[in-house]
């Protein structure tokens, strides 16, 4: 706890101007705790300031970018379960049944939809299929949560443990018990060869993301494959580090990938130092309303480099670069450090990323195989 005290005095001198000093805020924090109804320990008093002074954060970066609204999911604070289902995430291994999921509730979506069932999790052997809704984990309606991630977690758990899902297929509701297993998540993944084209997708980039990629390059160089279709819908960013290497694998050598700028003015021009394995692919992007962060980074990185046209709906506008705090408590600290710019200079922050052929996706799963045909038939154009 004193580290989480000395944390907040830090932050809370720098937020305030430099009239109100430190001893004030514990002065102030002292004589809550000594006279208020609740009789709130330390722990909730800090824990409530650190929150605060992450959503004064968020505040700002309404602020400047002269929002109506902000989405308060970079500055945050996390439990020790979500932080560790986060690492988890970033180390490519997860506990969990084995299925990539989608859930807009802001786009008027009810219930998340499972979007593709993975060989290797236990939602193959319960008979999961895509297309699949969620109603209901462990008895509660998954319609009531406002979090996707929070939906994500609590799928997930200790592996050989079993969740209760209620599955809506059609028009028929049904409850399985799926036993959660130790899954290594292939965020790029070669969907598929045919002929001299073929489809990869990027889902996230995690430590093995871009090792991966490079082997997937190198095979279609040998097999003298011409054309790629990058699919980053449903990319929610991830490692920044792992995306700028994915990155430089199509740039040439010297060629500016992403511009990070960071506090105090200071900017970082991110250069490849070789060239990379995939040029010389002619590449067509698919980025939809949930491609986020280091997926929209990607995309308009290979854009600058002159060889990548990308295709879908406007990605979600998340430029922003954070970083992770652990605390002594077992929580962690999410926060703003930075923001990043394409090699010209632009940003797509908030703004999002407006495709050079927008194919809007259509109702279901169907519509989802409508926009990849499109960009295959794009590619293939004589």
Known sequence: MTKLVLLLTLLIGNVYSKSIDKSLFEKTVTTIKSTNYHNLSDK????????????????????DKKLMSFRG????????????????EIAGEISGIGVVMEFEKDKGQKYPLIKKVLTQGGAKKAGLKKGDQILKIEGASTSKENSFRDIVYKIRGKTNTNVKLTILRDESIFVKRIKRKKIN???????????????????????????????????????????LVIDLRGNQG??????????????????TVLTAKYSKAKVEKLKADRDGIGLGFNIALIIGRDTKSMGEAIAMALKSFGNSTIIGEKSYGKATMETLLELDSGHTVKYTVGKL????????????????????NQNGESGFDYQLNLAKKYLARP
């Open 73 to 88: 999911d970079a500055n945050i604070l996390l439990p020790p379960r979500n932080a560790n289902e986060l690492k988890s």
């Open 341 to 360: 710019f394409d090699a010209n200079g632009q940003t797509w922050d908030i703004s999002g990323i407006t495709p050079d052929i927008v194919i809007p």
């Open 238 to 255: 991830g490692i920044f580090d792992e995306g700028v290497k994915a990155a430089k694998l199509f740039a040439k050598k010297g060629q």
């Open 44 to 63: 909730e008093i800090y824990e409530a300031a650190l929150k605060g002074v992450l959503k004064h954060i968020e505040s700002k970066n309404k602020v």
């Open 185 to 227: 998540w292939e965020a790029a993944e070669l969907e598929s060869i045919e002929g001299n084209l073929a489809h990869i997708r990027l889902s996230y980039f995690n430590k093995k993301t871009a090792g991966k990629l490079e082997d997937i390059l190198k095979k279609l160089k040998s097999k003298n494959v011409k054309s």
